[in-house]
């Protein structure tokens, strides 16, 4: 039997807090909370930190709940119900490993990677959202949300499924840079790039449809 969403948030936010737990009491009284491009640690936060740090997953699966509900647009989720399911718990996953990370980097500082991990786990979060964003159906918080596929159904389907390539080829790309040293400026233009493309090709498309 297939776990309720909810149910799953739920878990992974427990499982977290119990792990934020156990750090709280046998690691430093500093943790790390930021680092820059080179992997090094510039901004630390008390540990106590660590109580609200799994409360997050929870948080944005409640914020994704209250756009569904004051969506202008709510009645297209049931169209992509399974895909919005997916989305949450992607991001729900997505937060639960930051958590992780965190928590290990305060119980055993400079022990992870993090100019390959975070850049890593990046990657695979646009893989799973390009898999999604064909499927997702007009809306005002989630996909590619400009004047011109907000205003045209077909401007929507066609710029999503391009989307969709991109992104995951797109993220693919980001997990193999992850691996190499020094790429985070290649990390960047790929980033750029998979969010530029898709609004380029929305507006030229929109106005190549409203000349015909």
């Not at 790390?32 to 008390?46: F, K, M, Q, S, T």
């Not at 919005?84 to 996953?93: G, K």
């Amino acid at each position: 039997m297939r776990i309720k969403t909810g149910a799953f948030v739920t878990s992974l936010t427990c499982i977290a807090f119990l792990f934020c737990v156990f750090v709280y009491f046998h690691g430093e009284s500093d943790i790390a909370i930021h680092w820059n491009a080179l992997g090094e640690v510039d901004g630390y936060a008390p540990r106590y930190v660590l109580w609200l740090i799994p409360l997050l997953i929870t948080a944005f699966d409640w914020l994704f709940l209250l756009c569904k509900r004051w969506d202008p647009k709510r009645g297209n989720y049931e169209k992509f119900s399974s895909s919005f399911a997916t989305l949450r718990r992607s991001i729900a996953m997505m937060l639960f490993g930051f958590c992780l990370i965190t928590a290990l980097e305060a119980y055993h500082p400079e022990s992870i990677h993090i100019q390959q991990v975070m850049p890593f786990f990046t990657g695979i979060m646009i893989c799973l959202l390009g898999n999604i964003m064909p499927r997702i159906r007009p809306n005002y918080f989630i996909g590619i949300r400009n004047p011109w596929t907000l205003h045209n159904d077909s401007v929507w389907r066609y710029t999503h499924r391009i989307c969709g390539r991109l992104w995951f080829f797109g993220g693919i790309l980001i997990c193999l840079c992850a691996l190499l040293p020094h790429t985070i400026p290649c990390i960047l233009t790929i980033i750029f790039s998979i969010i530029a493309i898709p609004n380029i090709y929305a507006y030229r498309r929109y106005h190549k449809q409203s000349s015909t």
